[in-house]
Nanobody, 123 residues
Framework: QVQLVESGGGLVQAGGSLRLSCAFF????????MGWFRQAPGKEREFVSG????????YYDDSVKGRFTISRDNAKDTVTLQMNSLKREDTAVYYC????????????????WGQGTQVTVSS
């Protein structure tokens, strides 16, 4: 059974940086497209970023382009989200997600989810 465990969330001032990590267990990591989503209070969950199984193709929501960078290490079964120039509107619970034979696109039907990690950006 695939399990995803996020870490790295916390409280940061606007303009600061955080690095989220997602550890993958229970499957062959390189066969899964990976994504990051977030959900702010009172809002629906939204796609943030994703990447292909090889890591060569990446996707970003317009709201984070140029500030966030997604990457994966297929040797360590981890995916990371480097978040720079954080804004208050980035405050949310961030979720790691995986799709078997997925491409990491926003439209993929991700079948596996982590428990989430809270990111709070203060002014």
């Amino acid at each position: 059974q695939v399990q995803l465990v996020e870490s790295g969330g916390g409280l940061v001032q606007a303009g600061g940086s955080l690095r989220l990590s997602c550890a993958f267990f229970g499957g062959t990591f390189r066969l899964f497209g990976m994504g990051w989503f977030r959900q702010a209070p009172g809002k629906e969950r939204e796609f943030v970023s994703g990447l292909s199984r090889s890591g060569e193709t990446t996707y970003y929501d317009d709201s984070v382009k140029g500030r966030f960078t997604i990457s994966r290490d297929n040797a360590k079964d981890t995916v990371t989200l480097q978040m720079n120039s954080l804004k208050r509107e980035d405050t949310a619970v961030y979720y790691c997600a995986a799709k078997f034979l997925g491409s990491g696109t926003p439209g993929d039907e991700y079948g596996y989810w982590g428990q989430g990690t809270q990111v709070t950006v203060s002014s």
